[in-house]
């Protein structure tokens, strides 16, 4: 089939969309699909043999697109939308596949030709608007009721996590709702800087609590500091947060030292994609203490596969991929998380069987290879009728 994929975010870039958004153009292509990928006109070049990339031209002075809702990213929707149009009168696409508020620009594109529509659901869009900006709180009856349109007028819907799926199932036909979570990177790619040795950052021994990920609010970078305060003198651990930028790395180093606790924590900044294993396999303890949220975090995934032991803060966001049997599940106040830490660092023998039941489950559910039988099982419910009959598998569960 011809696909034209609409990816409204800067591509090549090292975070999640971007990464799922390569991965499933690089097996769609494999699987003889010709693709015309158009995303924003900043990112990296990459080329996926069988796909075209194509950018968009947005005009002088919209540069660093930020992760999120926008002025800047509205900008740049709208210039998708005219470089959408432009191709799709040009062309005969099977195939319109559209990661998260592009799938509108599907449907306007559909007064032009026929074609069937892709829904990569990423989020929950109207509940994302509303955490954001409380204010929009009251839009969210008719932000709802627009999203409801675009499921029902999909022809399938590519769901991120389980409660993504729960909401479009419960607003289309089941059969057109496919799971389809990100995967755990396998870190393939060659190092482009100087590995460090994360225990060689501190003075005095002790385990090592390792995050990785953005150092945005919801992220719970406060909580986890307070976590690390609030542990006994006898019971330490060192601490290592790779990510953010400049600004909030100086910030969370200032609070670290205000807080008495600076010389057991460490803020690395942004690390290269490719070195991620080479980090994660240091770690006796990998830290995901965000505070709210229903996306799955990518970095999740790698963190399963990693074999180490994880704790998170007990939310959808998390409990819907991670279990009591392969995670410590903490709830989301510091002095749980506290709690958790302390356990874990008691308790090797705990982390090992955490870690090796994670990994586990990640090879079973979490691989490149589980990624690209779903999908390809998805897309096989659009290709024609003998193969909705082979392949129709609506909403596979996580577990």
Excluded at 80 to 105: P, T
Aim: glycine content about 8%.
């Amino acid at each position: 089939m011809r696909i034209l994929f609409l990816a409204p975010h800067p591509f090549f870039a090292e975070r999640g969309t971007p990464i799922a958004v390569r991965q499933a153009v690089t097996v769609l292509c494999k699987h003889g699909h010709e693709i015309d990928l158009l995303t924003y006109h900043e990112g990296e070049d990459i080329e996926i043999p069988g796909a075209r990339l194509i950018r968009i031209r947005p005009g002088p002075g919209i540069r660093n697109v930020p992760i999120g809702f926008s002025l800047r990213k509205l900008v740049c929707d709208a210039w998708m939308a005219l470089a959408a149009f432009r191709l799709v009168r040009r062309h005969d696409y099977d195939v319109v596949h559209a990661v998260e508020e592009a799938v509108f620009i599907g449907l306007m594109c559909r007064t032009l030709r026929r074609f069937k529509l892709v829904y990569d659901m990423d989020s929950l869009m109207p509940d994302q608007i509303a955490e954001k900006w409380p204010w929009a709180r009251s839009l969210l009856p008719p932000l709802r009721w627009f999203e409801g349109q675009a499921i029902r007028r999909s022809d399938l819907v590519l769901a991120v996590c389980q409660a993504v799926a729960d909401r479009a199932a419960s607003t289309t036909a089941p059969s057109r709702v496919h799971l389809l979570p990100d995967m755990a990177f396998d870190g393939e790619g060659t190092e482009t800087g100087e590995i460090e040795a994360l225990r060689g950052l501190f003075r005095a021994e002790a385990p090592l609590a390792l995050y990785v990920g953005n150092l945005e609010h919801y992220q719970g970078i406060d909580l986890m500091l307070e976590a690390v305060a609030q542990l006994p003198p006898e019971k330490p651990c060192n601490l290592v947060v790779i990510g953010g930028g400049e600004g909030a790395t100086r910030h969370y180093s200032e609070k670290a030292s205000e807080m008495r606790i600076g010389e057991r924590v460490r803020f690395l900044g942004h690390r290269p994609l490719s070195m991620l294993g080479h980090y994660l396999e240091q770690a006796d303890i990998l830290c995901s203490p965000r505070l709210r949220g229903v996306n799955t975090p990518m970095k999740i995934y790698s963190y399963m596969a990693s074999g180490r032991a994880v704790l998170a803060t007990d939310i959808p966001s998390h409990s819907q991929v991670l279990d009591p049997g392969c995670a410590l599940l903490a709830p989301a106040t510091p002095s749980a998380f506290a709690t958790g830490l302390a356990r874990l660092l008691d308790d090797p023998e705990l982390r090992e069987t955490l870690g090796r039941s994670a990994a586990g489950k990640a090879a079973r559910l979490y691989s490149a290879s589980a990624f690209a039988d779903r999908l390809t099982r998805a897309y096989a419910t659009i290709a024609g009728p003998e193969a909705v009959q082979d392949e129709m598998c609506p909403c596979p569960p996580t577990g």
